[in-house]
């Protein structure tokens, strides 16, 4: 039986950046990205790239679920200052491989210890 699924492939050269956030997201030192991302709720991280989307202007912060509870995980971004472009490497759709530049958003992750009285958003 077929798959009535569609064939949808972009290729780096033809793809419309407008369709994409692309965020770089700083680790702290010392910490796991697996730990901090992976915990995360899909719902949590795809609500904080529509927001960082429809407002790529301001500064767009999200408190992070963590298993720690001594610690507070935030994911920032600082706004235009937080944008640059960075080239990738990609399937070309004429064959082999294309260089572009796309624009990214570096993230930062701040790391708090929680104090008496703290809560989470």
Not at 85 to 104: A, E, I, Q
Request: glycine content about 6%; overall charge positive; charged content about 30%.
């Amino acid at each position: 039986m077929a798959d009535k699924t569609p064939n949808i492939r972009e290729f780096l050269d033809t793809m419309d950046p407008n369709n994409y956030v692309i965020g770089i997201v700083h680790v702290p030192p010392g910490c796991d990205a697996k730990d901090l991302l992976v915990s995360t709720p899909k719902k949590t991280l795809n609500k904080y790239f529509k927001k960082l989307a429809k407002h790529p202007e301001r500064k767009v912060r999200k408190i992070l679920p963590t298993s720690k509870d001594s610690r507070i995980f935030e994911l920032i971004s600082e706004g235009p200052s937080s944008r640059t472009l960075m080239p990738f490497v990609g399937k070309s759709s004429k064959g082999g491989h294309c260089l572009r530049l796309l624009s990214v958003h570096r993230l930062q992750m701040l790391l708090t210890n929680k104090k008496e009285g703290d809560f989470e958003e």
